[in-house]
């Protein structure tokens, strides 16, 4: 036997899938619109507008319909702070993920407001998206949303 | 609409990708750091007597702590191989080439390497064959500190010898 000298050995280790999926006809749509700076959700045979769109009604399963554009805006209904943003996060800086519904849209859809400081968040704040110069039919083409009439 | 000319968006990149830190543990560490050494440790049950190769540190059948550390050879008995005929990225050589599993003396479970110094169209199970070590400078806590296994010239090991480790 020999002496344990007490240290662990330790080792990165990554597992990463290179994997590329197809969009589908209404999740393409959508991020085509993303690509020229415009959000697009979807009509509902009950008249409702799902932003992002679904491929089926979460109400009826039937098919959805038309492409409905939404406004830039909308109000934060609930949010997460990060404090410590990680790698592969939008943002390098502390942020808040939320849940935003868009003007004319009758869900909300995830996304992040740089917003600068938890203290500046609050369920009901109105936001605007805010547009990378470079886009390429992402969500990041939205690069985040921010304070309406904020200072950032 | 778009004056984009750009094709609307069909596909997009989603890669998955998990970042993780391997701790290797008392026994691994163990095993690792010897290797350094040009050592091979085992770990032995007390009950059934099999040598774990690396030493995990509990039996699996048994249940109890494989408590005794055991040095193993460096040179085993192929139980079984495949030759490798198409390049891959992370390809150690350009193929042909053999992965074997070497059931190393004393030790009862194979371990997986890389096996030269022969047409890989000649790589036999039961093949007895020798452990070739990286120079002092490039030995580290890894089974890498072993560069390959070549054949020993040794006469092949009876299928007996190996037909309880495949």
Same mark, same amino acid.
């Given at each position: 036997?020999?002496?344990?000298? /007490?240290?662990? !050995? *330790? +080792?990165?280790?990554?597992?990463?899938?290179?994997?590329? @999926?197809?969009? $589908?006809?209404?999740? /393409?749509?959508? !991020? *085509? +619109?993303?690509?020229?700076?415009?959000?697009?959700?979807? @009509?509902?045979? $009950?008249?409702?507008?799902?932003?992002?769109?679904?491929?089926?009604?979460?109400?009826?399963?039937?098919?959805?319909?038309?492409?409905?554009?939404?406004?830039?805006?909308?109000?934060?209904?609930?949010?997460?702070?990060?404090?410590?943003?990680?790698?592969?996060?939008?943002?390098?800086?502390?942020?808040?993920?939320?849940?935003?519904?868009?003007?004319?849209?009758?869900?909300?859809?995830?996304?992040?407001?740089?917003?600068?400081?938890?203290?500046?968040?609050?369920?009901?704040?109105?936001?605007?998206?805010?547009?990378?110069?470079?886009?390429?039919?992402?969500?990041?083409?939205?690069?985040?949303?921010?304070?309406?009439?904020?200072?950032? | 609409?778009?004056?984009?000319?750009?094709?609307?968006?069909?596909?997009?990149?989603?890669?998955?990708?998990?970042?993780?830190?391997?701790?290797?543990?008392?026994?691994?560490?163990?095993?690792?750091?010897?290797?350094?050494?040009?050592?091979?440790?085992?770990?032995?049950?007390?009950?059934?007597?099999?040598?774990?190769?690396?030493?995990?540190?509990?039996?699996?059948?048994?249940?109890?702590?494989?408590?005794?550390?055991?040095?193993?050879?460096?040179?085993?008995?192929?139980?079984?191989?495949?030759?490798?005929?198409?390049?891959?990225?992370?390809?150690?050589?350009?193929?042909?080439?053999?992965?074997?599993?070497?059931?190393?003396?004393?030790?009862?479970?194979?371990?997986?390497?890389?096996?030269?110094?022969?047409?890989?169209?000649?790589?036999?199970?039961?093949?007895?064959?020798?452990?070739?070590?990286?120079?002092?400078?490039?030995?580290?806590?890894?089974?890498?500190?072993?560069?390959?296994?070549?054949?020993?010239?040794?006469?092949?090991?009876?299928?007996?010898?190996?037909?309880?480790?495949?």
């Amino acid at each position: 036997m020999h002496a344990d000298s /007490g240290d662990l !050995l *330790t +080792a990165p280790y990554v597992l990463e899938y290179t994997y590329q @999926r197809s969009t $589908g006809p209404v999740i /393409g749509r959508f !991020l *085509t +619109a993303l690509r020229d700076a415009r959000i697009e959700g979807v @009509r509902t045979a $009950g008249g409702r507008v799902l932003v992002p769109p679904l491929e089926y009604d979460p109400d009826s399963s039937e098919p959805t319909g038309e492409a409905v554009e939404v406004g830039q805006s909308g109000v934060v209904t609930t949010w997460s702070w990060v404090g410590a943003p990680r790698r592969f996060h939008p943002l390098a800086h502390p942020f808040a993920w939320a849940l935003i519904r868009l003007d004319g849209a009758d869900t909300a859809m995830l996304h992040a407001v740089d917003a600068g400081d938890a203290a500046a968040m609050r369920t009901g704040m109105r936001v605007t998206a805010r547009w990378r110069a470079e886009r390429i039919g992402s969500i990041r083409d939205l690069e985040c949303f921010v304070p309406e009439g904020g200072a950032r | 609409m778009s004056d984009d000319p750009r094709p609307p968006v069909t596909l997009f990149q989603a890669p998955i990708r998990l970042d993780y830190t391997v701790t290797a543990g008392r026994n691994l560490t163990r095993y690792l750091r010897a290797l350094a050494q040009r050592r091979i440790i085992g770990g032995r049950c007390p009950e059934c007597q099999k040598v774990y190769l690396p030493p995990r540190g509990s039996c699996p059948t048994c249940g109890v702590p494989t408590d005794t550390e055991v040095q193993i050879a460096d040179r085993g008995t192929v139980t079984t191989f495949c030759v490798i005929n198409i390049p891959f990225e992370a390809a150690p050589f350009p193929p042909p080439y053999a992965a074997v599993a070497i059931v190393l003396d004393g030790a009862d479970q194979p371990i997986l390497h890389l096996l030269r110094g022969i047409p890989p169209d000649e790589v036999r199970m039961g093949m007895r064959v020798q452990a070739v070590w990286v120079p002092d400078h490039e030995l580290a806590p890894t089974l890498a500190s072993i560069r390959w296994f070549e054949p020993t010239g040794e006469p092949d090991a009876p299928f007996e010898a190996i037909k309880d480790h495949l």
